[in-house]
């Protein structure tokens, strides 16, 4: 088991015949990932590595596929739209790969999702893989290992760190989720929370925040309320400046809020065990597995 | 990206809400010109992306132009902060009875702009929310409706009793949200928005952030964007791709990705050492980037020794790795460089630097113990010689 997606996943890739669409689709093919169709709008009857179809829409790919789970590598302009489209033609999950998509354009397009009873992971984020079962989005496979451990994190590379200690010293993952370094995004911590929680095979929650916000303080007391698990968590950026944005759009300390003190506080009394440096995630997860 | 006030108060006049009249000066015959046109006491302001410009003596008052020439002279050209003044802003003082504030944020929370009005204006509003946010009043704004009239009225009356001045807020409130929306807009504010003696209601002063990403579909907007007013090496690295922040250590960093470039940072300061900068070479790598990051870096007169911290994944190492040598072909880098990669092509790119005598590491650690050692000793040499 796993949360999200998994062997039944069956995928749209919209952006299939772009850069970055068409190689993600190739990693994600070559994993065993059920992609089941693309779609680039102009090209559709062109076919994709051979058995891919490709479609001019979404609502036609879904129709022709039974497609329940779209993946989305198209520039930031078209975006929202690409989400939009998406939800509208039914599909329930949705993973925005993109990165600049303009934040009043998110706000836009958010409540449009959520009217259609859909889940939106992302933008700007890695997506997810539930290893051995389904990878959907730009994890790298070879990193994971199946197994018990549920990661969900805002950023990309310091999750395939994280990641990479666990797979290393035998700990596998039951699903690795990105949720990204957005300000407004479609799947929060808690969110993620709530179904590694519900998720009879996860047994530990590995958390990884940053600077910036305060989903983290509301994810651990969320935890606290609600994750009868044990949680592992850590917080990049106790080293930045104030009102200096590190990178991700979301990252930036505002006054007194969104500290790295004022996170790690509120893990600590949430129950959380913190993690001072990415490597001793092993040893963390391993004392909670016992 | 900041909006200096000048340019913000253009795009709120354009807007239509009442601004009072005023002038850019980049010289201090201008500024007495501008002085002299508008008549009376007027406030000399510099324009920089710094906050705290009153008390770094950034802001004066001149009864005359001749005050007001001096006043320029005073501030053209000063630091604010590392930031050299050269511009300022002459407006009229106004006769204020009373100070509010008036923003419009991109709220995390509620996914929505969201207005805030207090009566407590004029003041860092950041402390007013901290100490007594009951003097706040918050309004998130559904983005497919936009602020509805009798929302602003609304508002308008938290912020004054006169039924008159709060329908003129009103109005001034609806206009800024349409500032927000047309600019692509992350902040909009007006601090503060005030009354007269006439009681006139008017935007005494303003700030506006835009989106970052809203940049590549609105060439207007970045044609506001204002270099001189930023620090050098930070608009080098944008212009080259990197996301960029200088900071006060002597630890060169070059990371792939905001979240390991943070935590790259933080294992720094947790093994003894201070990190020089944030960087993120970015997801898709080519060689050119990496060439950039070490020009960036080696820059920096404070750096001792740098390191390179990449988890491939759409990242290549093996780019990366063509991009140091390259780089260490193009100039002299004097000084000690570790390299930690890992991840997609990683055989490849240690065998591309062990043809030119390079060695990288697998463990993040390990790489960073390394280089705050390096860091350690060059500056104890420093400090000897």
Redesign the interface.
């Known amino acids: 088991m796993s949360i999200f997606v998994n062997a039944e996943t069956r995928l749209v890739v919209q952006g299939i015949t772009g850069r970055?669409g068409s190689f993600h689709a190739r990693q994600m093919l070559e994993y065993g990932t059920q992609v089941v169709a693309g779609v680039t709008p102009g090209k559709g009857g062109q076919t994709f590595e051979g058995r891919v179809p490709v479609f001019h829409t979404v609502a036609d790919a879904v129709k022709a596929t039974d497609a329940n789970t779209s993946v989305i590598y198209v520039p930031?302009?078209l975006a929202a739209g690409a989400i939009a489209e998406a939800a509208d033609a039914g599909i329930k999950f949705i993973v925005a790969i993109t990165?600049?998509?303009?934040?009043?354009d998110?706000?836009?397009v958010?409540?449009f999702v959520r009217e259609r009873s859909c889940r939106l992971l992302g933008p700007n984020c890695?997506g997810l893989i539930s290893p051995g079962s389904a990878k959907v989005g730009?994890?790298?496979g070879q990193?994971c290992a199946p197994g018990r451990v549920g990661l969900v994190?805002?950023?990309?590379?310091?999750?395939?760190?994280v990641v990479?200690h666990l797979t290393r010293n035998g700990i596998g993952q039951s699903t690795c989720v990105g949720i990204g370094?957005d300000?407004?995004i479609g799947t929060n911590f808690i969110d993620v929370l709530r179904a590694f929680q519900d998720d009879p095979a996860t047994d530990v929650i590995v958390m990884?925040g940053?600077?910036g916000?305060?989903?983290e303080q509301k994810a651990a007391e969320f935890v606290a309320d609600y994750v009868r698990k044990p949680v592992v968590g850590?917080i990049?950026?106790?080293?930045?400046?104030k009102g200096?944005r590190?990178?991700?759009?979301?990252?930036i300390i505002?006054?007194?809020s969104g500290t790295a003190e004022e996170k790690l506080e509120a893990f600590r009394r949430a129950g959380i065990a913190v993690m001072?440096?990415?490597?001793d995630v092993v040893e963390l997860v391993g004392a909670a597995k016992r | 990206m900041n909006l200096h006030e000048y340019q913000a108060r253009d795009l709120l006049r354009t807007a239509g809400i009442p601004v009072p009249e005023g002038g850019v000066a980049t010289s201090p015959d201008q500024v007495e010109a501008i002085a002299r046109r508008l008549g009376g006491t007027v406030v000399v302001k510099a324009q920089v992306h710094a906050g705290g410009r009153g008390k770094a003596g950034g802001v004066k008052l001149a009864r005359d132009p001749g005050e007001a020439r001096k006043a320029g002279t005073a501030i053209l050209g000063m630091q604010i902060k590392g930031l050299v003044v050269e511009k300022v802003l002459v407006v009229p003082a106004a006769d204020i009875a009373s100070e509010s504030y008036l923003g419009l944020i991109m709220d995390r929370e509620s996914q929505r702009p969201v207005f805030m009005v207090s009566a407590a204006g004029g003041v860092d509003i950041e402390e007013v929310a901290a100490k007594t946010p009951e003097k706040i009043t918050r309004l998130p704004v559904d983005p497919r409706y936009g602020l509805l009239a009798h929302q602003a009225l609304g508002l308008g009356l938290v912020l004054y009793q006169d039924f008159q001045q709060a329908r003129a807020a009103a109005a001034i409130m609806q206009q800024l949200y349409g500032v927000f929306v047309a600019n692509g807009a992350s902040l909009a504010e007006i601090n503060p928005l005030v009354t007269t003696a006439a009681g006139q209601v008017l935007a005494l002063d303003a700030k506006i952030s835009i989106d970052d990403n809203e940049l590549d579909r609105r060439p207007d907007l970045a044609a506001l964007r204002d270099e001189s007013a930023e620090e050098p090496s930070e608009v080098a690295a944008r212009k080259a791709g990197l996301s960029f922040i200088k900071l006060d250590g002597d630890v060169g960093c070059v990371v792939n990705g905001a979240g390991l470039a943070m935590a790259t940072m933080d294992l720094v300061k947790f093994y003894g050492g201070q990190p020089a900068n944030f960087l993120d070479i970015g997801g898709s790598s080519n060689p050119e980037k990496v060439v950039s990051a070490l020009r960036i870096i080696t820059a920096d007169r404070n750096v001792k020794a740098i390191l390179f911290n990449i988890f491939g994944g759409i990242t290549r190492t093996d780019d990366v790795a063509n991009g140091i040598v390259t780089a260490t072909r193009q100039f002299k880098v004097d000084l000690p460089i570790v390299i930690r990669l890992t991840g997609t092509n990683e055989a490849e790119a240690f065998r591309i630097l062990e043809a030119v005598g390079m060695r990288a590491l697998s463990d993040m650690d390990e790489a960073v113990k390394q280089v705050v050692a390096l860091a350690r000793g060059a500056a104890a040499k420093g400090g000897a010689a």
Do not use: C, K, W
């Open positions: 970055d930031p302009a990165e600049g998509i303009p934040v009043l998110m706000a836009r958010l409540p890695p730009i994890i790298p990193i994190s805002r950023s990309g590379t310091l999750t395939y760190e990479n370094g300000p407004l990884l940053e600077i916000g305060t989903d850590f990049a950026g106790q080293t930045a400046p200096r590190m990178g991700h759009a979301g990252a505002s006054g007194a001072q440096r990415p490597v």
